[in-house]
């Protein structure tokens, strides 16, 4: 077994339900979008008006270009000698190519401004502390500062290197590692959970956050991020908006949109001199509205607000991405790599019964396990510690005796007594071993050992031998204890979804090959990387990308960074270690393995909005051109009457309508683009079939009864 | 020529396409792909100092093509300038700057646009030595461009090596198109094409008047014509003239030999790419689109228009007696499909509609299946397109045969996607727009009045972007404006998208793809995506078009 499986325990056993529940009291919901956000947004999203900002668009720049020409033309209209009816006509397009960009601004300014309401209850955290800070901490005379001196400065003057003292009550005032100490921590105002963890020194649990509170006991932290770069900082920064930088996807996109637009103004420029051949040269209103119309306004508008919000459903499920970029990647992951422990086992296997080898009693063998368990902090050493004292024995102090700790490389942990003596308790295999070094081991014995260890594996319980070595030298092995473990209900259907996505789940697990198949085949994984050691999770990550697969991975321990740092997406749990985290592409605030699923998810359904988006973007042009082209050109070609298929009340009425529709169905997708299109996991080939119909078809008709309904009510202004 | 008929012998146009194609695809991929050279192959390297091992990436492969063609335009133009000079010219003087310009380009680009009367410009020399040879060249160019797309995405290793342009331009003449150009020039003589280097022949009517007869080596010309996707006529009537095509069945063979080579690279493309479905799903999408264009053209020829043809019986102005309606309208949708532009009737002179999907199949970017290599190309661009669009709809990062669609692969699809439409739209917006130059097309150019005389004018500008060639008839191209404008968009149309290939091309080879793994990802061999690109195709070019047809061909026939 791994220790790196093991820690994560701690808090996976909340179900994710409930943790969602409890984050909905510390920040805004994601889902809910009402209209009192677009009031409360509106003078941001004037600011954003600004030629300067929206340059950086160049579909909704042209717009307003498109709407200042009109703006000109209704001014100067009455001078030129224009009748009441183009006045008229002019002045709403005008008003309504305006409401286009501010719509579109809208969007973008409605996106940031949830953001920045998470970001308000985030920064409420960063309020400046005074730290208690040690002046020349001496790591190995005084690890826990009992004589070290310590000076009161504020949180923000710390440095990366720097080593505090926090007690119960207070702040921690940076993100740091523990080096001495234990205490039990609120993490509650990054994560919203609400129970307090324990975060010692040493070990994979040994990180904390900046702006968490300890609740208990008293610790010696060293600060590991600069002033203005903790996680905190970094959340703000990304929820706002303020650092985000366009991905991959979204730049290839844009590229496209702009190509199109450009396409479009040419369409729309050689219009006016081919038509004049004919004596039809339409107005320049009229063509402003047809640019409008035709370039890809709604996804334009709705891009960054897009990526935005896809961001913010990230923070929302308390994930943290270094980038955008490492979201997209999540959307492309093919092999998912599950821990056993605490993704698809509820934490902890419990020792439930102690199987002692014959001529070895049972009283010696639970005396043995339950010694050589003393140094496993482990929820598994614990309980085997637990079921001995259930059967009367407790262990007891005894002088010189040196603890074993359990390593990934030996898979044993046990202890050394002064007298030479020793206890051993592992993975078979490697206790086997650690017997043999001292002597041969009877084959009748090794049989023995090996029909209890398959008898355990056979149920999916976890068999751990154990062993001892006398004074003299001699070592012998005693038995078996039988862990078992329980497999999370649901996870068959949620591997099943994630096999239709393409998504190949593999199982890591410490566990020999036998047991880690019968948790496998219960749980309906994939895959299993059974007696998996921190070398093998890297090599079968390579061994995967190889074949083409992009890999995501959750891992805490810092024997995991190598494997997070090569995984495609790695995310790190927030209980683990620094270097982890520093490894990783993404920290998971509430620690929970299974959020893995969840984070492919919002990945996906970040590319499927955008392309969703844009299929219907252009779709609709098809029914604008029907409502337009006749409108413009109906008077010189009476036949072209025939193409008014909507049978629109008159030309002004035509193209008025197609404007509005243009600009309403940007405010109407807005909640869809902050909430993403609704993603089920589904093959490939049914998805796009059904986003297809629903954003491609759709998006064909769409629009012939929105600007039909719209032109209804046009028809009731006199003059139209 | 009655429905059942023409049903036979569209049924024996497809077995003659497939039982000719399926070898030709297999022994084209052979080519581009074997170390063997021929001998003569070897001789022309050694003459040419080409080292046939070496690898070229895409800038050094865009070279050599782009090489070849100027110092083509050169050469063709000095020839037609020098003509009075050279053998067999039959008398004929240099031909003017303006056409000699015109024609180089056109012959170059593949265009075959010809704003003069070949048989009283053109002598033999210029024919065979010139215009012929770049008959030849100028598929074969198409070809190797679409080879080298081909392998940039059938490429594993991340070299961005797409192969050697001499090598692949020679393998394709000599392999490919002189053989199959011999073959088929046996064929037409058969049928009656006439082969000769008489000169002109005066003969005595029975009536007593006179008439001047012109021969000429038409046979070797017309089989690269139509082979080659090039289709500049020996004659001013083009495939509608008896010495190029006499009777039904040449008619029929002369369509076969413009699809047989577009229609078979995707097969080619499929197993290049080591997975035939892909080029079968990209054939289906072409077939498709072919179909869907073509029926149109000839529902709306056959329904004919107005009162005029049905007093007539049918819409048999502009068209050939031995041809008929079917015949002469599928012709002109193939031609006009496949970047040909040869005709067998006059496009002037079909229905208005009739017309329009002549100008719409040249629309489509001439994709289905289009011009040799450029229709494969041009089709795996837009695939390309719409596998981005398709690939964010199902939430991964678009890839295309395990090659990522990234921001560079976009901005190079994108850009092919803009030149053409870009062209025409300009071409026609710049010509109107400037008021001595739109005075003169109206006054001089332009024949017909009202939205057909239009027409005349977006068909040439279309018909040189695309570089099909065809011309709609009416307009005379042969005047100050039109023959340099034309000029320069049948150079722009044809280059600038052989750029933006070649750099994609090398774009797809510099990438190393990691196994063929695409689980999850987009299926692009199946029937979804053949409705996905040509739903793609459709709306592209209607999103694009709409406004210019409105004014010509759909104001005239809704009229």
């Known amino acids: 077994?791994?220790?790196?499986?093991?820690?994560?325990?701690?808090?996976?056993?909340?179900?994710?339900?409930?943790a969602a529940d409890d984050h909905q009291d510390v920040r805004p919901p994601s889902g809910a979008f009402s209209p009192s956000q677009l009031v409360r947004n509106l003078p941001d999203a004037v600011r954003k008006m600004s030629p300067r900002y929206l340059f950086r668009n160049p579909v909704m720049f042209i717009v307003e270009v498109g709407a200042a020409l009109t703006t000109v033309l209704a001014v100067a209209l009455p001078f030129l000698g224009g009748d009441g009816t183009t006045i008229g006509f002019t002045w709403l397009i005008t008003v309504w190519l305006w409401l286009t960009?501010?719509?579109?601004?809208?969007?973008?300014?409605?996106?940031?401004?949830?953001?920045?309401?998470?970001?308000?209850?985030?920064?409420?955290?960063?309020?400046?502390?005074?730290?208690?800070?040690?002046?020349?901490?001496?790591?190995?005379?005084?690890?826990?500062?009992?004589?070290?001196?310590?000076?009161?400065?504020?949180?923000?003057?710390?440095?990366?290197?720097?080593?505090?003292?926090?007690?119960?009550?207070?702040?921690?005032?940076?993100?740091?590692?523990?080096?001495?100490?234990?205490?039990?921590?609120?993490?509650?105002?990054i994560t919203g959970e609400s129970a307090p963890v324990v975060r010692e020194a040493g070990g994979d649990r040994s990180a904390v956050t900046g702006g968490t509170r300890v609740l208990s006991d008293r610790i010696v932290v060293q600060i590991t991020s600069k002033p203005g770069e903790t996680f905190v900082d970094r959340m703000i920064a990304l929820v706002e908006g303020a650092v985000r930088q366009k991905t991959p996807n979204e730049i290839a996109l844009s590229i496209l949109l702009s190509v199109l637009t450009i396409i479009f103004v040419v369409v729309v420029l050689a219009l006016g001199p081919v038509a004049g051949l004919q004596g039809a040269t339409p107005g320049v209103t009229v063509l402003v509205a047809l640019l409008v119309c035709l370039i890809p306004t709604t996804i334009g508008a709705l891009l960054s607000a897009i990526g935005i919000a896809g961001m913010d459903r990230l923070v929302q499920r308390n994930v943290l991405a270094t980038s955008g970029r490492a979201v997209e990647a999540a959307g492309d992951v093919t092999t998912l790599l599950l821990d056993k422990t605490g993704t698809i086992t509820y934490g902890n296997r419990r020792a439930v019964a102690f199987l002692a080898l014959p001529g070895i009693s049972e009283r010696?063998?639970?005396?043995?396990?339950?010694?050589?368990?003393?140094?496993?902090?482990?929820?598994?050493?614990?309980?085997?510690?637990?079921?001995?004292?259930?059967?009367?024995?407790?262990?007891?102090?005894?002088?010189?005796?040196?603890?074993?700790?359990?390593?990934?490389?030996?898979?044993?942990?046990?202890?050394?007594?002064a007298d030479g003596s020793a206890l051993r308790k592992g993975a078979a295999a490697s206790v086997l071993a650690w017997v043999q070094e001292h002597g041969p081991v009877a084959p009748a014995v090794a049989e023995q050992l090996e029909e209890r260890v398959v008898g355990i594996s056979e149920q999916g319980g976890t068999p751990?031998?154990?062993?001892?070595?006398?004074?003299?030298?001699?070592?012998?092995?005693?038995?078996?204890?039988?862990?078992?473990?329980?497999?999370?209900?649901?996870?068959?259907e949620r591997f099943a979804a994630l096999r239709a996505m393409g998504i190949r789940t593999v199982m890591v697990t410490g566990d020999n090959p036998v047991t880690a198949a019968a948790i496998a085949r219960e749980a309906g994984v994939d895959d299993v990387l059974a007696e998996a050691t921190p070398e093998e999770k890297l090599a079968l990550i390579r061994r995967e990308q190889e074949g083409g697969h992009l890999v995501a991975m959750t891992g805490d321990g810092t024997n995991d960074a190598p494997a997070l740092a090569q995984a495609d997406v790695g995310v790190a749990m927030n209980t683990g270690t620094s270097a982890a985290k520093e490894a990783g592409n993404m920290v998971d605030l509430d620690s929970d393995p299974t959020k893995l699923i969840d984070i492919v998810t919002i990945g996906k359904q970040l590319l499927i909005t955008r392309g969703a988006l844009t299929t219907f973007s252009i779709a609709n042009d098809v029914a604008k051109y029907f409502a337009i082209i006749p409108a413009m050109f109906v008077g010189v070609f009476p036949g072209l009457q025939a193409l008014n298929i909507m049978q629109l009340h008159s030309s002004s009425s035509a193209i008025l309508s197609a404007v509005i529709f243009n600009a309403l169905v940007i405010v109407a997708l807005i909640p869809l683009a902050l909430r993403g299109v609704r993603y089920r996991p589904s093959s490939a080939s049914s998805l796009l079939t059904r986003n297809l119909l629903v954003y491609g078809l759709g998006g064909v008709i769409a629009p012939f009864i929105g600007i039909k309904l719209i032109d209804l009510l046009i028809s009731l202004i006199p003059g139209f | 020529m009655n429905g059942l008929l023409f049903a036979l012998t569209v049924l024996t146009l497809v077995v003659a396409l497939v039982a000719l194609g399926w070898p030709l695809s297999t022994w084209m991929a052979r080519t581009y792909t074997t170390d063997r050279d021929w001998l003569v192959e070897r001789g022309v390297h050694r003459l040419l100092g080409i080292d046939a091992r070496s690898e070229q990436r895409w800038p050094n492969y865009l070279r050599g093509i782009l090489a070849i063609s100027v110092l083509?335009?050169?050469?063709?133009?000095?020839?037609?300038?020098?003509?009075?000079?050279?053998?067999?010219?039959?008398?004929?003087?240099?031909?003017?700057?303006?056409?000699?310009?015109?024609?180089?380009?056109?012959?170059?680009?593949?265009?075959?646009?010809?704003?003069?009367?070949?048989?009283?410009?053109?002598?033999?020399?210029?024919?065979?030595?010139?215009?012929?040879v770049q008959n030849f060249l100028s598929a074969a160019i198409g070809i190797v461009v679409a080879v080298a797309l081909i392998r940039g995405l059938a490429s594993r290793t991340g070299a961005a090596g797409l192969g050697n342009v001499w090598v692949d331009l020679i393998r394709t003449v000599t392999r490919i198109l002189l053989p199959m150009a011999f073959v088929a020039a046996i064929v037409l003589l058969a049928t009656g094409v006439i082969q000769n280097f008489d000169g002109f022949r005066t003969?005595?009517?029975?009536?007593?008047?006179?008439?001047?007869?012109?021969?000429?080596?038409?046979?070797?010309?017309?089989?690269?014509?139509?082979?080659?996707?090039?289709?500049?006529?020996?004659?001013?009537?083009?495939?509608?003239?008896?010495?190029?095509?006499p009777t039904g069945f040449s008619n029929l063979f002369e369509i076969v030999l413009m699809l047989l080579i577009p229609f078979s690279l995707t097969r080619t493309f499929g197993i290049m790419v080591g997975d035939k479905r892909q080029g079968r799903a990209v054939l289906a999408s072409m077939v498709v689109l072919y179909v869907l264009f073509t029926s149109a053209l000839v529902a709306f020829e056959a329904a004919g228009a107005g009162s005029a043809t049905a007093a007539a019986g049918a819409a048999m102005e502009g068209k050939e007696q031995r041809f008929g309606v079917l015949w002469s309208a599928l012709f002109g949708s193939t031609s006009t499909i496949t970047s040909t532009g040869a005709v067998n009737a006059m496009h002037d002179s079909f229905t208005p509609l009739g017309g329009m999907m002549a100008m719409l199949n040249m629309m489509l970017g001439e994709i289905a299946p289009g011009g040799v290599g450029t229709g494969l190309y041009g089709f795996l661009v837009i695939a390309i397109l719409a596998v981005f669009l398709a690939g964010l709809m199902i939430g991964r990062t678009p890839t295309y045969l395990g090659k990522r669609i990234a921001a560079r692969e976009i901005t190079f699809a994108?850009?092919?996607?803009?030149?053409?439409?870009?062209?025409?739209?300009?071409?026609?917006?710049l010509t109107f727009a400037i008021p001595a130059v739109a005075a003169d097309v109206a006054k001089t150019s332009i024949f017909n009045t009202g939205p057909h005389g239009f027409s005349e004018v977006l068909y040439a500008f279309t018909s040189a972007a695309n570089n099909n060639g065809s011309a709609f008839g009416g307009l005379t191209a042969n005047t100050a404006w039109l023959n340099p404008a034309l000029g320069a968009v049948m150079w722009l149309g044809r280059y600038l998208p052989i750029v933006f290939v070649l750099a994609l091309a090398g774009s797809f080879a510099s990438q190393e793809t990691r196994g063929t793994a695409e689980a999850g990802g987009l299926d692009t061999h199946r029937p979804q995506f053949v409705v996905l690109t040509v739903g793609t195709v459709l709306i592209v070019t209607a999103l694009t078009y709409l406004p210019v047809l409105a004014l010509g061909p759909l104001a005239e026939g809704l009229a």
């Open chain 2, 203 to 245: 003969v005595h009517t029975i009536t007593g008047g006179t008439a001047t007869i012109p021969g000429g080596p038409v046979a070797s010309q017309e089989a690269i014509k139509e082979l080659g996707t090039n289709g500049g006529g020996f004659f001013n009537a083009n495939s509608a003239h008896p010495f190029e095509n």
């Open chain 1, 1 to 18: 077994m791994s220790t790196t499986s093991e820690s994560t325990a701690d808090r996976a056993d909340a179900p994710a339900t409930a």
């Open chain 1, 101 to 189: 960009v501010l719509f579109a601004t809208l969007a973008e300014a409605v996106a940031e401004g949830r953001g920045r309401a998470q970001a308000a209850s985030l920064r409420a955290t960063r309020t400046t502390t005074s730290a208690l800070r040690v002046r020349g901490y001496d790591r190995t005379g005084d690890p826990a500062v009992e004589r070290a001196e310590t000076e009161s400065v504020a949180s923000a003057e710390l440095k990366q290197g720097d080593v505090v003292v926090v007690v119960a009550g207070e702040v921690i005032p940076g993100d740091g590692d523990i080096v001495a100490g234990i205490a039990s921590v609120d993490e509650s105002a």
């Open chain 2, 414 to 429: 994108s850009l092919y996607l803009l030149t053409t439409p870009t062209l025409i739209l300009a071409g026609l917006g």
């Open chain 1, 364 to 417: 010696r063998l639970t005396e043995a396990a339950a010694l050589s368990s003393i140094a496993d902090p482990t929820p598994e050493g614990a309980s085997v510690v637990e079921l001995a004292a259930e059967r009367d024995f407790v262990p007891t102090e005894r002088p010189g005796r040196t603890i074993v700790p359990f390593t990934a490389q030996t898979r044993m942990s046990g202890i050394d007594e």
């Open chain 1, 464 to 492: 751990l031998a154990v062993a001892e070595r006398t004074a003299d030298g001699t070592a012998h092995l005693l038995g078996v204890i039988h862990l078992k473990d329980v497999v999370k209900t649901g996870l068959v």
């Open chain 2, 72 to 132: 083509g335009v050169l050469l063709l133009y000095g020839l037609q300038r020098l003509q009075q000079f050279l053998p067999y010219s039959l008398g004929l003087p240099a031909v003017p700057e303006g056409i000699a310009f015109n024609t180089a380009i056109s012959f170059v680009t593949n265009t075959n646009w010809q704003s003069y009367s070949p048989e009283t410009t053109m002598g033999y020399t210029v024919q065979l030595a010139g215009l012929a």
